[in-house]
């Protein structure tokens, strides 16, 4: 028998985001074209058109240098890549960190946040007296949108031990704030297409003047000897257009912060023993996570799947092994309480309609599971 299935609303865009019509166009019309970008000829010269289109709109988003910009297969690999660069040096890195920048580094050295998700500078400035070779801090967490104060803490680090470099995971910054990677002057920023409706599988390494990397692939001569292998020509361009339109859609995305607040709202009307965490540090406009303290997240996705939306538990990339989040560990959060923590994200497709229907399907779970709540 044919079961009738609800459509699923989709409030889990910091795991991957929709993937905009526009970039699908671009996309197929080059998958149907022939031609590598390492050949001479006209076909080759094409798609070495399309990749190096894509770099000046990678540059764009991030106001830098096309020059800059290597393309890479996402951001764990742009990650890892500037991380194992490092091996075996003084590294640092933020304690709320994606498993790409922490399980690529796993000697560095963890800089505390505070309570409320932000990068605990003071902390730092003790810490930077040991003059590290690296420092990644991400400039958005993918948990709770929190964002940090990525120059202030490229400011400190420039006074106090100027030879150090600094890498910052920008993936959910990207489409959601403006980032200027000149302005921030970091050595090292990371990008994935499919964080703001670009594909998935494609990402990107920008690198200023002078910062080196140890290559992961050997082969080709790709991406100025930094990273063999034939591109990957339709991702690219996707990822190109995916970039130009974030950067038109930036001020609508805003937008969003209006729909975030009026869930947390509705939510904490019903429910006061409900946490927020990250409420009063700034954040990007499309994330909250949010935990029912001794109800686990896994009680609540499902229950909400079963209501037709989709969100997450903590971090998406983990999401299939069941351990509190590190970040909400790293800020101070009671293991019970962070068991219990979904995070919602909202994209550039997400209407009020869908957001009044994951408010109905938050309070229909809740009246069932209101006496399991912890105080
Ligand atoms: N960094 C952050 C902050 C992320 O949220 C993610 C994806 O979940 C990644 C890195 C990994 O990106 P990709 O999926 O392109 O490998």
């Avoid at 989709?10 to 970008?37: F, H, Q, S």
């Avoid at 494609?202 to 790709?222: C, D, R, T, Y």
Wanted: hydrophobic share 45%; net charge neutral; aromatic share 4%.
């Amino acid at each position: 028998m044919d079961m009738a299935k609800k459509p699923q609303i989709y409030m889990d865009c910091n795991a991957t985001m929709p993937i905009k019509g526009k970039v699908v166009d671009a996309m197929t019309n080059i998958l149907k074209e022939t031609g590598n970008a390492s050949s001479i000829h006209g076909a080759g010269r094409t798609a070495r058109g399309h990749i190096e289109a894509a770099r000046t709109q990678i540059a764009e988003l991030c106001a830098t240098n096309p020059a800059y910009v290597f393309f890479t297969g996402g951001a764990t690999e742009s990650n890892n890549t500037v991380l194992k660069s490092f091996q075996g040096q003084n590294i640092f890195i933020s304690a709320i960190e994606h498993p790409s920048v922490m399980d690529a580094a796993p000697g560095a050295q963890k800089i505390p946040v505070s309570p409320d998700g932000l990068i605990d500078l003071n902390q730092l400035e003790i810490m930077l007296a040991q003059h590290p070779a690296l420092i990644s801090v991400m400039l958005v967490n993918n948990e709770t949108g929190v964002i940090q104060p990525v120059s202030d803490i490229v400011r400190l680090v420039r006074k106090i031990s100027p030879q150090t470099r600094i890498h910052t995971d920008a993936v959910q910054a990207a489409g959601r704030i403006p980032i200027d990677f000149s302005a921030l002057q970091v050595d090292y920023l990371s990008l994935s297409a499919h964080k703001f409706g670009g594909p998935q599988g494609v990402g990107a390494l920008i690198m200023a003047p002078g910062a080196k990397i140890e290559k992961m692939f050997h082969g080709g001569g790709q991406e100025k000897r930094q990273r063999a292998g034939t591109e990957n020509v339709a991702a690219i361009a996707g990822f190109g257009v995916a970039a130009t339109l974030a950067m038109a859609d930036m001020a609508a995305f805003q937008n969003l912060a209006s729909l975030r607040d009026r869930i947390e709202a509705a939510l904490t009307a019903a429910e006061p023993r409900l946490k927020i965490f990250g409420q009063t540090a700034p954040r990007v406009a499309n994330t909250t996570q949010l935990a029912l303290p001794g109800v686990t997240a896994e009680t609540q996705l499902m229950a909400l799947d079963l209501g037709g939306v989709a969100v997450s538990s903590g971090s998406a990339c983990s999401s299939g092994t069941i351990k509190a989040s590190h970040v909400l560990e790293a800020m101070g959060v009671k293991p019970e309480t962070a068991m219990g923590a979904l995070r919602i994200s909202l994209g550039w497709s997400t209407t009020e309609n869908e957001v009044d229907q994951l408010i109905a399907a938050w309070l229909e779970m809740h009246g069932r599971i209101k006496n399991k709540i912890a105080a």
